[in-house]
């Protein structure tokens, strides 16, 4: 198989990936919603949350890091022939971390610019502790994802060269 090719598996079912992961953590947010506010108001807490650019840009990001770290992925396990599993796993952290960190700079410029040199930290505030949060939250589910993600790769890879 050409490099290509494999690539472009990566891709494919990282989008995939990246999907479950977004459904999986609006569902993560949804619950705790859907019991204070009942089900239709609490499925769509996104619409009453000032943040809602935020959120716009933290997708799009998402999407973008998983065509990117998904073409490594797919590279890695079909061309290298290593690890699915781990690889998967690796590239689904490496997904919502940098996702994560480039969407919070948004926040950080809308908001916390401004409190640059005041007792506040901004940087810690906006940017550190939103990747250390998403990455505790969203450890288990990115694993689950992950190994998902590494072995549909393998899959699609293995039924492509016979």
Known sequence: MDTDRAEKIGSRQAMKAVTIGLIIAHLMMALPSVADDGLIKGFFWFLDVSFKFNILVGVICMYLCGHLFGRRAGYKI???????F?????????????????????????????????????????????VFL?????????????????????????LTET
Do not use: M
């Not at 079909?78 to 699915?84: A, L, P, T, W």
């Not at 998403?134 to 293995?158: E, N, R, T």
């Open 78 to 84: 079909i061309i290298s022939k290593r690890n699915n």
């Open 86 to 130: 781990l690889v998967g796993f690796i590239c689904g952290l490496l997904i919502i971390v940098t996702a994560t960190f480039l969407a919070s700079w948004v926040c950080f410029f809308q908001e916390g610019i401004d409190n640059i040199g005041s007792n506040d930290n901004p940087f810690e505030d906006y940017i550190i502790k939103p």
């Open 134 to 158: 998403v990455s505790i939250f969203g450890l288990v589910p990115c694993l689950l994802v992950g190994l998902w993600f590494g072995y549909s790769i393998k899959k699609h890879g293995d």
